[in-house]
């Protein structure tokens, strides 16, 4: 699976993250990365997930830069040549996903500039980064969980102001408008993040739709259908130093001897 890897810069730790990560990082920026397969989406990030029981780590990329995502991911980047000495994984610091919430960090070439870290309970920890950028306009599941965090702000232990900002139009199809995700959400009649059947469906339709019919509505490839703009926009932010490609192997590879 070919994914672009995002990466936000820490502007401001939460409490909880400062006083795990304060001094172990020997001075380097870092980074929350998070995994997609669709770049083209990343003006309208709003937020970004976690698993709240998901451990984490930060890992050294070189002496200037680390990343802060699951070890799995360290490691494939280790081993793909995103890290220096390639192949060996620099864990600087480990910590817990719930101690993230409420960090503030930088969504690059979204329409809002910096967004919150927030927790989401479907984060796959052996997927991707284990980080997840939140595009409610566009991602069913992203919206979703935050119309649940916005409507039980206090059982998600969140303040409501991280999950103020509200989707922002990105893509139009001709059947969903300019915000799919939400509109599939009405269209499914899907009540929460629990409603993972509902929610599996609509990620499909809204793939396919955005994919197939989907036209830019901001961005430098405004007005571009979104299979032309996809890899364009993937090329400008990786040229920019703000994205890297991420691969990850299709499960196990078995070995042969016996
Ligand atoms: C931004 C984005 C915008 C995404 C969108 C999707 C959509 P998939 O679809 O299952 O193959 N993701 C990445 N890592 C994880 C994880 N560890 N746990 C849960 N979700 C994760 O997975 C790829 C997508 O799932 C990624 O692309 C990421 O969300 C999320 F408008 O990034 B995406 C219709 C989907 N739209």
Known sequence: QEYTGIKMEVVNWSPAAKEA???????????????????ETMYGQTN???????KYGVFAVNDKEAFLCTHRA??????????????????????SGDKLIGTKIKA??????????????????????????????DSPDDCQTLFDLRKKAAFYKIDPAWAAIDPVPVINTPNYGDLCAPALLSALKVQSQKDTKQLLEAKEIAYKEGFYSGTMLVGEFKGMPVQDAKGKVRDRMIEAGLAFPY????????????
Request: aromatic share 6%; hydrophobic share 40%.
């Open 48 to 54: 970004c997930y976690v698993g709240t029981s998901i």
């Open 247 to 258: 691969a990850e192997p299709e499960g196990l590879v078995i070995s042969r001897s016996a």
């Open 21 to 39: 990560i304060e001094g172990k990082v020997g001075g380097r920026k870092v980074f929350l990365v998070a995994a997609t397969l669709r770049p």
């Open 108 to 137: 690059p070439f979204a329409i809002n500039p910096e967004v919150y870290v927030l927790p989401m309970d479907n984060v796959i920890a052996t997927k991707g980064t284990g980080v997840v950028t939140s595009v409610p306009s």
């Open 74 to 95: 360290a490691r494939n980047m280790a081993f793909q040549g995103t890290s220096t000495p390639r192949g060996i994984v620099n864990q600087l610091v480990e910590i």
